[in-house]
């Protein structure tokens, strides 16, 4: 089966880093997607990992380690805008993604 | 990235009527376009997969005779919620699946429909 696991809430601070993590369980590997989904709108997409390592856009970069069904975002610079749910999603075999429940992420100032 | 556009963006309906809820590609041919359902606090939850030209494979415990969907060209999906009741009352998200420029297969969404069932 597949599996995907991330924290369901998370507070920083205004300025700050924080990092969300997801780990996924996966019976194939067609990459892994970040989405930001804020209340009440659809996921917008944030950054596709297929291959390990790191990618930076900007103020966010992703991280994957397919060795250890591992992915991290990471948000620099923390805005009150960011404060949204980040999703973690990888596609099956078919492509259809599976969603992992996503991480509230509260920004203080 | 590419554009899925959603009509309408908010309805309210009374109870036992019928909506339908189109879902465009504008600038791609999709040839997968997912319908999910999101309620309040809960992440996305996927309701039926829709092939151009074939039926829609719908999820264990969606009723594809509630939630009829019709995918007849490779823009176009509409997911029409037949007599609807308050309990569906919920956010519908499209996307559609296509290759972008660096031939990466992913989903591109729709802004999603918000549903009120009185």
């Known amino acids: 089966g597949q599996n995907i696991d991330q924290p369901t809430e998370m507070t920083a601070t205004e300025g700050a880093i924080v990092q969300i993590n997801c780990t996924y369980q996966t019976s194939g590997f067609n990459g892994l997607f970040w989405y930001q989904q804020h209340a009440g709108e659809a996921p917008t997409f944030l950054s596709y990992n297929v291959l390990d390592g790191l990618e930076e856009k900007g103020r966010f970069s992703s991280f994957l380690s397919r060795s250890k069904g591992y992915s991290y975002l990471l948000l620099k610079e923390l805005q009150m805008k960011d404060s949204a749910s980040y999703l973690c999603a990888v596609p099956d075999s078919n492509y259809q993604l599976i969603w992992g429940a996503g991480t509230k992420l509260i920004i203080k100032p | 990235g590419a554009v899925v556009s959603q009509h309408p963006s908010r309805v309210i309906c009374k109870s036992g009527t019928s909506v339908k809820i189109e879902c465009r590609s504008l600038d791609f041919q999709a040839t997968t376009m997912f319908w999910y359902r999101q309620f309040p606090k809960q992440s996305l939850m996927l309701m039926a997969t829709?092939?151009?030209?074939?039926?829609?494979?719908?999820e264990q415990g969606v009723e594809k005779d509630k939630f009829l969907i019709n995918h007849a060209s490779l823009t176009l999906s509409t997911l029409t919620v037949t007599s609807a009741h308050p309990e569906d009352s919920s956010f519908y998200i499209c996307?559609?699946?296509?290759?972008?420029?660096?031939?990466?297969?992913?989903?591109?969404f729709g802004p999603g429909t918000r549903l009120t069932v009185l």
């Open positions: 996307s559609a699946s296509g290759r972008d420029q660096n031939d990466r297969n992913e989903q591109f």
């Open positions: 829709s092939n151009e030209g074939s039926k829609a494979t719908y």
